[in-house]
């Protein structure tokens, strides 16, 4: 529901704004704009997500930041940035080795997608076999699902969940 998580972001910033958190606002801020960039694919959104990244970077604050990682290798994927898409599904994995696993299946479907077009070390089934058992360790039905409905969309194929992969 695009337009409520607008409205919640929208309050989430201008809360933070009140309360003077920074990192709060960052979050809010960089949600807001990937809500606006999946409803419009406008890449100027893009930016604004690279900014409110930036910020918290510059902070040294990277408490869930794998969401930032992560949803900016999806976004940029989308806009066929491969090198960028590549960096930020780094980024998302390397906070997934530090225990902030929030994003790290989306990286693991973004390097799928980077890797069918040629930009990637290994094969999309490598990456898909990946994003199935980080969701998998995760017990994420959620991720599991998301992961079955990428691989069908992008791919034309797709296992049931319940059979993924365990390594």
Known sequence: DF???LDLSSKAM?????VRSRHNYAMAY???????????GDDSFITKMMNATDWLLH?????NLSINFGFLSDALVQK???TDARRYAAGALMRARMGDKTCESL????????????HAKYTPEYYLALAY????????????DNTQYFEKKFFGTGPDHRSAPAA
């Open 59 to 63: 902070d040294s604050v990277y408490q």
């Open 133 to 144: 058992r980080s969701a998998k360790d995760r017990a994420s039905v959620r991720e599991l």
């Open 3 to 5: 337009d409520a998580c």
């Open 14 to 18: 201008e809360l933070s704004r009140k």
């Open 30 to 40: 960089f949600m807001n704009f990937a809500v606006k960039f999946y409803m419009s």
């Open 80 to 82: 066929e940035r491969w």
């Open 107 to 118: 990286a693991f479907r973004s390097l799928a997608q980077i890797s069918s077009a040629g």
